[in-house]
């Protein structure tokens, strides 16, 4: 085929995948879920090869399909199962940090580096970089970017989105956009930098970043406490933020069920509390200089807690080791629910102060639905992130006949008590192909026309990423399936 | 006129402005500099009102102009000479506090809402709205999204950007988006916020926001250092980053010229520090809690600071009184340039790192035109935003054949020097009329002609706010002269 060809010509041999056992690991998605044939994949080592590949595909009429280190959790970097085959363009071979400046606080990296060889680079200079999530040893800075990656440093540090200052995009037309800026301050016109990212590669390809360091933090605590409800762990929450200011950098809320099943499933883990009743939380507070005054800090927050009531038990952790215990117990979660039976997940956020009310309102909606089903629930609460999750035994899932139909309708039921309280049902995964329908759903339709326009205005011809973000217009309101889902991070 | 008549009995009559007495105050700017009529002033009550009058004026093709304090520094809320007279929507009767969460930690708030309403409304609730600015008496939050303004405030809380989780905005259309989330996370698709912030009305009418909040600091710490020069000032930043994390809340650098105009400008002034030669920083640390520990953080950083010979001189404020008065000799720049000549201001940024280069090179390139001119040093060293400003006594200016053309000169070869070390030419005060030949200058093709597919994506007709932020075709590469122009902030 002529396109193959001509990628052949401009990448060479070894950087043109087309045979199926080549392509299998970018085909598919690393959960298995999504699997559909691509033209082929092509690995360009830069970007003006990564904008030849643009214009090429373009030339041909061929969908573009950017991919980074496929991790996506909603179908968001396979190709689709309808439509043209797409040209995967996977920036594997652009993991170069271009420099790092510590003295501005910013590194410049390839979009194909690795997310934990960023942090590694940046703590090597003395540095951090704040993003930090489960994929972290995989994923790619280009993907976090597109798809504006959460994680557990929101609280203290932002999103992704709050961590670059500048980009460097490959637009649809195959031309190349330097907004390499590493600036703290660039009032100059409409800010295109925020709008590429979440854009989940439909409005160009980013091949580069300037990211913003921090201070690397040489003091943390990490307590662990039971507290009552959620009520209570929103009122903890207020003392440690009138204390702590931004040394708040986690909490996150767990409750029993959810712990059980860790202690359940996972060897080794144990509750850091005498009682595993309740709901617990997980809070850390770190810091530059030394560990005393956050230490002091915790100490007088929790004593503050005791008095009011709030919390009934509180356990600071007094070792590294106890440290990374406590927070072992917290990253088995979706190792243990994998194991355990079948999550519903959502990844919905509500404002802070309505997490209480969003846990009550959506159990109640499930159970109206399956009685008595039992709610693990785990998130970030400081965020309002919470990850809200029906739990069904393996056993009981198997024996339920209209499977599909209960997920449908839970994941509705959660996503509409977010909704009622203005909240969203992607707090930080994004939307891939899993959610266009939850977009029709629950998007105003002056703001999805925002949005065609916008996508209008930069790939007219609608190459890039097709069928991702976006609804089409006949998808109206039917949120897709996606009954298995184990999504908690 | 029908439009006129129309406008009268949607808002009634006390709401439309059409005499010249009447109109004054909008039609002009309030530095005297650009005037030019309005069809008419509308005063709308809420949202519902601004949406009729911009489908009243779809429809008869008359050009919106919205305007918040009438506060721009470049142009920006006032009519243009050219063109169709504007009707001038002015939000002053849209200034509810909607509704404060001090759980959330979020305010919600219409557009016309004067930012030190916000600021005292903010701290009633035990809060800190954290954009602060010269204008902060006046200016209204509106203006302020419209212009991502900046301020004192960046380094630690970042610009009006960084402080607003969501938008209403009324389209060019006539209908009404609403994104008023207050959520922490959302990926939901194209971020349409970001898009608006810092679109100067070019794109829409903001007619209500939703801020963040942070905890009021309760200590604060000021010094004032001497330093020998730019390159000093850049490693005491440096340490300050270090030891202090994100209790740095201003670093400012003062050059000895700028320091002698205020002591011999502004009655009551002194210098804080024994020797006016040299540089001077202003340095503020701010935190929850009680001041027994930033001063502790402060007084070791400026110990090390001087074991290494960073700075030769260090006064740190020991009263509320004292702290007042360093800041106060910061404050008393403007007031003293306007008083002593005229001042050639710019509004540059450039990496931090690239502070110390760019004020040898804007020097440079500077004293080729006119050898020898003082140069006046004033910015916000922490965030690399720096007002670079050759001065010129009254009578040297009057002496000037060629002021315009001199003037013209000097912007061009400082905004070169701040392009050089991929720079800015405008990071706090926006485009408005008088930047768009910048644009056209130093923004590349690639990115004006997407943002240009985003304006004609979003107001097709070109109706709102004509002439601002973009460059028309023709105007190339003629930045336009602003000779006795005196920004700095």
């Known amino acids: ?57 373009v030339e041909h009429g061929v969908p573009v399909l950017p991919q980074g280190g496929n991790t996506s959790l909603c179908g968001g970097a396979t190709p689709a199962d309808q439509g043209k085959r797409p040209v995967i363009i996977a920036l594997t071979r652009m993991r170069r940090i271009r420099s790092i400046d510590p003295v501005n606080n910013t590194m410049e990296v390839d979009a194909g580096c690795v997310l934990a060889t960023i942090q590694e680079a940046a703590a090597a200079a003395g540095r951090l970089y704040p993003v930090s999530l489960g994929a972290e040893g995989s994923c790619q800075i280009g993907g976090n970017i597109a798809t504006n990656a959460g994680g557990t440093g929101v609280l203290r540090y932002g999103n992704t989105r709050d961590n670059v200052l500048g980009l460097e995009v490959v637009l649809p037309d195959g031309s190349i956009w330097d907004g390499l800026y590493a600036l703290r301050k660039n009032n100059t016109g409409y800010d295109l930098k925020h709008l590429f990212i979440g854009s989940e590669g439909t409005l160009g390809i980013v091949t580069g970043a300037v990211l913003k360091l921090h201070p690397l933090p040489t003091a943390e605590t990490v307590a662990w406490l039971a507290v009552d409800g959620p009520e209570q762990a929103l009122e903890v929450l207020g003392l440690f933020q009138a204390s702590c200011n931004s040394r708040l950098s986690a909490f996150e809320l767990i409750n029993s069920n959810q712990v059980r099943l860790v202690l359940e499933q996972v060897p080794g883990r144990r509750c850091p509390v005498a009682r595993v009743d309740g709901w617990h939380v997980l809070v850390e507070l770190s810091d530059t200089g030394d560990t005393q005054a956050i230490a002091g800090t915790m100490q007088a927050v929790l004593e503050r807690a005791l008095e009011l009531g709030l919390i009934s038990d509180g356990v600071v952790a007094s070792s590294e080791a106890q440290r990374k215990a406590m927070w072992l117990v917290r990253h088995s979660v979706s190792e243990a629910n994998k194991k355990a039976g079948v999550g519903l997940t959502s990844d919905t956020a509500v404002p802070v102060s309505a997490v209480p009310a969003f846990i009550a309102q959506a159990t109640a909606a499930v159970h109206v639905i399956a009685p008595g089903v039992p709610i693990v629930v785990v998130g970030h609460m400081g965020d309002g992130n919470i990850h809200f999750i029906p739990f069904f035994s393996f056993a009981a899932w198997e024996a339920m006949a209209n499977r599909a139909e209960v997920a449908d309708q839970m994941r509705r039921a959660i996503d509409d008590a977010a909704a009622a309280l203005r909240g969203t049902f992607s707090a930080e995964h994004g939307i891939g192909r899993t959610l266009t329908g939850e977009m029709a759903r629950y998007k105003a339709p002056v703001e999805l026309r925002l949005m065609r326009a916008v996508k209008q205005a930069f790939d007219p011809s609608g190459l890039f990423n097709p069928g991702r973000v976006l609804p089409v217009a006949r998808e109206a309101s039917s949120p897709s399936s996606d009954a298995t889902d184990t999504r908690e991070s």
């Open 1 to 57: 085929m002529a396109l193959i060809e001509a990628f052949r010509q401009l990448l060479g041999d070894g950087a043109v995948l087309t045979r199926e056992e080549d392509l299998a690991g970018l085909t598919e998605d690393w959960r298995g879920r999504y699997r559909a044939p691509a033209l082929c994949a092509v690995l360009p080592s830069n970007t003006a090869q990564v904008a030849a590949v643009v214009r090429l595909c």
